[in-house]
């Protein structure tokens, strides 16, 4: 689907324009046009390589989609795909956006998505300065887009950590924490497997034989790539912590287990040594003299219940009861 | 055994030849020739080490097999290992394709593996634009078709995961994914070991000095390599969940341990207060006014029972029931 | 808030300048200026970009705060964020430097932290024959204090393992060994996350092609690197420990359950023998001659007392007691 | 001991040759002199050292002995460490086979090993049209040699883990496994230190700058890199499902005590509900119709068996027994 | 405190000279000064800074001390950190070695360390034909040194993981197991902080550019590298294995659990089960025919003997007793 197809000149918006047009458009060299396509269909796709000139292996990945993050070089022109990861009721939704750059043009196909870009275009357009930079800072501003939103993401998932940290150590629902660890676990792996190839391949922008659409920018990548680092410096230390606090809760189950145990045990020492008393009472024997006493009887309760108190009072005070 | 000797000229199938013919073809600068071989005893071997000049060491290692997957270059040709790997019946079996390249040559041995590679050559054959560019496109397809062949695997692999992760955390027959887990682990194992060293083989087909006989076919060896890194990702991935699933499932078993011992505690409660009880009126003392109680008996028994149901839904309240 | 601007010429303080004259003495080629600001405003990062010409990204990166440690170069110009940690009631504090350097001129802007660098402001100016190789002189002095103030943080951290340890050890109060290693995995989590990003950034400052403006004060940014390599090699020995020492704090958990569990077994085989023997002479057959004994019932019971004996002797040699 | 000393020329033996005749035939250039000590003495290399010029350091390393695997140039000649490995009784035997390799001879001392070379001599005879090649020809085979019986110990180590995995899945003598996996990896360790450096150390003969005397045999050396490299996984693949077998050892032993313990709840119930019944039936109250029946005994045994026989079916149902 | 303080002419001694005329010799181009400290005094550094103008930064190194290990370059001298180890009463001392190294001057300061170099000195001078290689071959023997001293520490802590092991498998004294491999690892890490820091600075003395005052005896320095790969080695094997003993014994923790649990389930049968029938023939049934039979009581108590007997003995068969 399309949504927009826009030329720009020096940075400023010249007009929207058929599709037909693109080829037009791109020849003139102080113009350039941006394609945005959403969840695009193959014609779409067939009429754009034809238009822009794009190369069949990216094209191709564009229409089976689930590739990794990557940025490819195809002689003078790049393709870019970026996850985009969103966080729907606790799961978290793995979009992906294709970005063909070339010297005067920019096309992005978004994919299984919610998020928009026009904030993006709307931000460029009330730029000129920087958007007459060309195709390359739109690139960026893509980017720099997503990367942003996964900050918030990130810190999602470290707070519910912390409020799993809290129940694990409060010893509370181990069933359950250790559920949410695991599924804490696929969640950081998920988002890393959005964050590390891509810091891969954006450092290629900015360092060492950078692309000559990107030449001039580069300061702007690398202010990506910093910002990639940062999540994946949380992530990393995350997953740390999740693997850690699944260590833990199991030490606490076992813990747990410990003062089960004990107080099981002393519940049964409870129960035992009056059991004990009432048998030796219970004897037959002819000659047990406490039998005949009158007071026999209750100082026999009287015993088993002086002993349980004392026995409870013991168990309290080493912290088996 | 022989499968399909086939010359080629711009791409176009020439025709089925002699293998004797082969060395005739070789020499003729813009044909080549494409022989496929299946699970090839050593005298077919040495036959096409004559005819295509291949190198000792490189057949040697066609001959013995089992090698890891691997790249090499000898002279101006390319000798290349690559495993395939099939599922069946829940085991994976791992074969062998050899294939040497030269200039106008390819030659495939294909080892232990199920798989043909007809559909690969109808493929070519049907794209002659492409089938043109000689025998690096024809390594290409070939590689291309294998590791194709690793997404539905790993695919199934993780939904193996699944399943036994929905078991683990309904505490359901731990033995059992246990043996699961470690024989998944496994199989990660054989899998990582047929991708990791390919990845760093292919990577020298289009990065730095590339192989003259791969000339201007990098971005095709990149689009394989691409899909073989996203292959390695879903399989750390899936190790990494695996490892964490045997912990979670270690957990998991204590856990079942604590309850297993507090249910057997409540239990034990029931039977040994009444016991305790039942014991105190067997005391055989003169004076216990309960005994001559009319409604002793039957109140004993009542009193049994009510504090039976008391621990009852106590420990129904606090879960060790 | 603005703490202090101030010219220097050849190593000496010239004197307090105003904020407007900044771009003045910057023209300067012998003289630099050094301004300290803390927790500012954008207002003042906005002077400051206009009077010192300062990169957009830069300046953006220090109003949003919360950076990866980091040395950026712009054109002649370098951009570093640097962490201070500071433990403040058991918590680690972590604030935030950021320098701008320039030819002649270094801009400080401390955000969140309570830690002045009056103190190196004060040493700068005794030793004129060093503050006058310049502002990379003033960006190594400041490095380096902060730096050094990781170790006393560093060796606290060790001290709280070391008490940790002795707990574990003595197989006391697990429950808050595990909450302490926990928090103490943390809190290495953070000093890494603040020292290994700069280990990195800092190499760049002495090896390999060092940004002009550091020219010749290579052998100070070395000190530095290798202070931090020092502070990182403790972070990770800690770390390891802090790992074993989980490990073997479990470990002790389940050792002291064997124990409990030893220890449930001799008390409960001291109430069940005696009450064993009760129960046989409660039987009530008829021909029983013990019973008719005058010394029966103290028999019986000193029979109890002698095997009970017999048994704690027992239990206690082989340490169940 | 000296073993052989023999003289080639064009790949073929010229023909033992007396120590002392060393130095002369080294010096004509279209010759080669091949020694093989075993066990050498310090006496005896110091002959080799004056005939052959061997470096100082090198000569004290072979005569120290304990060696890393290693490839030292000095100079013109190569100084080689390789460990044979051998199994005997189930034990690794590590030995060192130190050579030195100039433009014109071979020099091997082999220590504590059983394995002999002669067959490496033999082969390397009868193929003069390999052997012309030189030295360096010598080294690949007697590494090749060496690299090849690697490959048993490892399938041996393999099936050896395979035994154990049996055992650890029937829940079979825990202990007994621990020890066999806790040896596995030890001797995992031995081999990989074995392997490890050599593949470093091999990598140089064949990559970047070769050293003279290896020049041409480059493709020799990848192959013997290769092997070295299959060894290398499948220890790897080893070491990693040890690890995995031992924590599935623990999981399997806490499982087991579940088992015992929900055994022992069971049978613990089958005595104690009859024990709580009799010691109803043994309260004195007069009036306890049941009593008096002339089939109270039998009814209220037979109550006992019924209760028993329920519990033991219901236990066996839910495999408490 | 000054120890030594002599002048070499052509590697061999001079004489002893006096502090104050160092910088005299040091003039000359074919002597070179060797001065020994031992915890030198900030005063004695001070003269030596004077003597041998040695750089600021290096001189406050030495003076404070606790330094990684590390070889710094000072335009044309060298600065070198390097630790001692020392195993006293089972404690590792590390103490630190500081040598500075001029084309014609070694200054070596030891602090905090028992061990003496008179052996190396006299070692060199027994060896002109070495020595006059000059001062890179004196830092070379004094590294040497150190470094073989390395061996047999390490070889101690292998002798004692080998002593725990069999301690762990015999299951015995798992606690003090527990507190010596936690000991045994902090250990590990010490050496590992001596040693690797080391192995990453020494490299740089024989391979890519080597500092001036090295070239010529890069074989020497690649001798130590190689002795400190091993020692690593051996450390890493270490570690790994120390690792695994610490989860063996956990393992064999739980299992002594086990066992303790079906022990104590086997005596508690023997109890439970001749208290039942005892409580069977307490029930006061009128017609009990058993207890009225003259062999009654004693025929009871050998059935509870014959039950406790052919449990016993089938306990033992199961390996519960």
């Known amino acids: ?181 695991y599924g804490l676990k696929h969640q950081l792996m998920v988002m890393r497997h959005a964050v590390e190839p891509l810091i891969e391949a954006i450092h290629k922008l900015y360092g060492g034989r950078v692309p000559p659409v990107c030449q001039g920018t580069q300061e702007y990548f690398r202010d990506v790539y910093d910002h990639l680092l940062r999540v994946s410096q949380q992530l990393d230390g995350l997953r740390d912590m999740v693997i850690t606090a699944l260590s833990v809760n199991l030490s606490m189950i076992t813990l747990a287990e410990n003062e089960v145990t004990k107080r099981l045990a002393a519940y049964a020492a409870l129960v035992a040594v009056p059991t004990m008393i009432a048998g030796i009472y219970g004897m037959n024997f002819k000659h047990m003299p406490e039998l005949d006493w009158t007071l026999g009887y209750p100082l026999s309760i009287a015993a088993m219940a002086a002993i349980d108190a004392y026995l409870f009072v013991k168990f309290r005070r080493t912290g088996w009861l």
Chains 1, 2, 3, 4, 5 share one sequence.
């Open 1 to 181: 689907m399309l949504i927009n197809c826009v030329a720009y000149q020096e940075g400023r918006k010249l007009c929207d324009i058929p599709i037909e047009e693109i080829s037009e458009y791109v020849k003139h060299p102080d113009c350039f046009v941006w394609v945005a396509l959403r969840d695009a269909e193959p014609a779409e796709l067939a009429v754009m390589q034809h238009e822009f000139g794009l190369h069949e292996l990216a094209v191709e990945d564009a229409r089976v989609g689930h590739q990794r993050p990557k940025i490819e070089e195809y002689g003078d022109s790049l393709f870019a795909v970026v996850h985009t990861v969103e966080l729907v009721d606790g799961e978290l939704n793995v979009g992906e956006v294709d970005v063909f750059v070339g010297e005067n043009y920019v096309l992005s196909a978004r994919n299984r998505s919610q998020q928009g870009f026009l904030g993006v275009r709307a931000r460029c357009e009330h730029e000129p300065h920087l958007l007459k930079q060309g195709s390359a800072f739109v690139l960026y501003a893509l980017m720099d887009n997503i990367v942003d939103r996964y900050f918030p993401i990130v810190d999602a998932l470290e707070v519910e950590l912390e409020k799993i940290e809290e129940r694990i150590f409060e010893a509370d629902s181990p069933r359950a924490n250790m559920k949410h660890l």
